[in-house]
């Protein structure tokens, strides 16, 4: 069963920065998409970034600049450094992964996804 933990969310000044951690279990596919997407109350959840099937890293208009995607392939651990953080930022975020082959901006698309965490909460304070 494949199961995806997130962590390290919390409460930031604007101006701040967090590290947030996904950690993959039970995942045995070859192949995969991975992405950060995020969801504040009363708002459809959306993409921040994704690495696609040729390893390219996607990024949200929003967050270009600001936010980082890394891998530590021998722990199954992925993160997103934020830096730089705004009051709209705050959200739920969310990790995803899916072994279907996808290119471009559709790694931004929740709808590409199979696999979720259950989110970290990112609140940011003016």
């Known amino acids: 069963q494949v199961q995806l933990v997130e962590s390290g969310g919390g409460s930031v000044q604007a101006g701040g920065s967090l590290r947030l951690s996904c950690a993959t279990f039970?995942?045995?596919?070859?192949?995969?998409?991975i992405g950060w997407f995020r969801q504040a109350p009363g708002k459809e959840r959306e993409g921040v970034l994704g690495?696609?099937?040729?390893?390219?890293?996607l990024y949200a208009d929003f967050v270009k600049g600001r936010f980082t995607i890394s891998q530590d392939n021998a722990k199954n651990i992925l993160y997103l450094q934020m830096s730089s953080l705004k009051p709209e930022d705050s959200a739920m975020y969310y990790c995803?992964?899916?072994?279907?082959?996808?290119?471009?901006?559709?790694?931004?698309?929740?709808?590409?996804?199979?696999?979720w965490g259950r989110g970290t909460q990112v609140t940011v304070s003016s």
């Open positions: 995803a992964r899916d072994p279907v082959r996808r290119y471009g901006s559709s790694v931004l698309n929740p709808s590409s996804y199979r696999y």
């Open positions: 039970g995942y045995s596919y070859s192949d995969y998409i």
């Open positions: 690495i696609d099937s040729y390893g390219r890293t």
